[in-house]
T-cell receptor, first 111, second 113 residues
Framework: GESVGLHLPTLSVQEGDNSIINCAYS??????FIWYKQESGKGPQFIID?????DKRQGQRVTVLLNKTVKHLSLQIAATQPGDSAVYFC??????????FGAGTILRVKS | DTAVSQTPKYLVTQMGNDKSIKCEQN?????MYWYKQDSKKFLKIMFS???????INETVPNRFSPKSPDKAHLNLHINSLELGDSAVYFC????????????FGPGTRLLVL
C-alpha cells in the first residue's frame, strides 16, 4: 500500500479497540491545535481542534487531549473501525494562520 | 459538489518544463493556501493569499509563482521544473486569515522525469 517505504510511526490496533495517537509540538506560544486525517490518495481532512485554554475536547468517537506543560497532544479514537485506517497529523497554528504539521502517524486497523 | 477542487489530479512532465496547477473553492472563503507534501508525507506550507493578496510566502524557489485571479481561485505556476519538485501539492482554504480551520483539496501528484 501507500505506506510501504514510509518510516512514519505506525500504530496497529484491532477493530473495536481504542486508539491513542501522540504528538509533540515545538512552539510553546501556539494557542490552537488541530488533528487531520489523511486517507490514501486524498487530502488531509479536519477531525478535531483544541485551543490552548482547554485541556480536553470531545467529538464523535474522538477526543483530543492537550498537555501544555510538556507540549504534548494526543488523539483518542474510540471503537476503532477499518475506515479509521489513515495517516494522522497533528498541526499547530503559528502567526499568520500558518499551519505547521507534525510528521504523521500511520494507523492500521486489523479486522 | 467538491468544496476545494484541484486540476489536474496527476501531472507527469519532463525536467525544464513549465506547468500550472489550478485550485478553486466554492466555500466563499477569503483565504487560500498551497502546501507541498514530500515522499515522506511531510506537509509544508508554501503560500497563502487573502482576498487575492499574498500574505504568506515561505522560503520557496522563485520558480514557483502563485496567482489569485479572484478569491475563489489560487493557481500555482512552476517554471523550469526540477526532479526535486516531484511531490503532492495541496490547495486549502479557510474562512479568513484568522479563521483557523483549513479545508484541503484532493491534491495534485506531480512527477518530474
Amino acid at each position: 500500500g501507500e505506506s510501504v517505504g514510509l518510516h512514519l510511526p505506525t500504530l496497529s490496533v484491532q477493530e473495536g479497540d481504542n486508539s491513542i495517537i501522540n504528538c509533540a509540538y515545538s512552539n510553546s506560544a501556539s494557542d490552537y491545535f488541530i488533528w487531520y486525517k489523511q486517507e490514501s490518495g486524498k487530502g488531509p481532512q479536519f477531525i478535531i481542534d483544541i485551543r490552548s485554554n482547554m485541556d480536553k475536547r470531545q467529538g464523535q468517537r474522538v477526543t483530543v487531549l492537550l498537555n501544555k506543560t510538556v507540549k504534548h497532544l494526543s488523539l483518542q479514537i474510540a471503537a476503532t473501525q477499518p475506515g479509521d485506517s489513515a495517516v494522522y497529523f497533528c498541526a499547530e497554528l503559528e502567526y499568520g494562520n500558518k499551519l505547521v504539521f507534525g510528521a504523521g502517524t500511520i494507523l492500521r486497523v486489523k479486522s | 459538489d467538491t468544496a476545494v477542487s484541484q486540476t489536474p489530479k496527476y501531472l507527469v512532465t519532463q525536467m525544464g518544463n513549465d506547468k500550472s496547477i489550478k485550485c478553486e473553492q466554492n466555500l466563499g472563503h477569503d483565504t487560500m493556501y498551497w502546501y507541498k507534501q514530500d515522499s515522506k508525507k511531510f506537509l509544508k506550507i508554501m503560500f497563502s493569499y487573502n482576498n487575492k493578496e499574498l500574505i504568506i510566502n515561505e522560503t520557496v524557489p522563485n520558480r514557483f509563482s502563485p496567482k489569485s485571479p479572484d478569491k475563489a481561485h489560487l493557481n500555482l505556476h512552476i517554471n523550469s521544473l526540477e526532479l526535486g519538485d516531484s511531490a503532492v501539492y495541496f490547495c486549502a482554504s479557510s474562512q479568513s486569515a484568522t479563521q483557523e480551520t483549513q479545508y484541503f483539496g484532493p491534491g495534485t501528484r506531480l512527477l518530474v522525469l
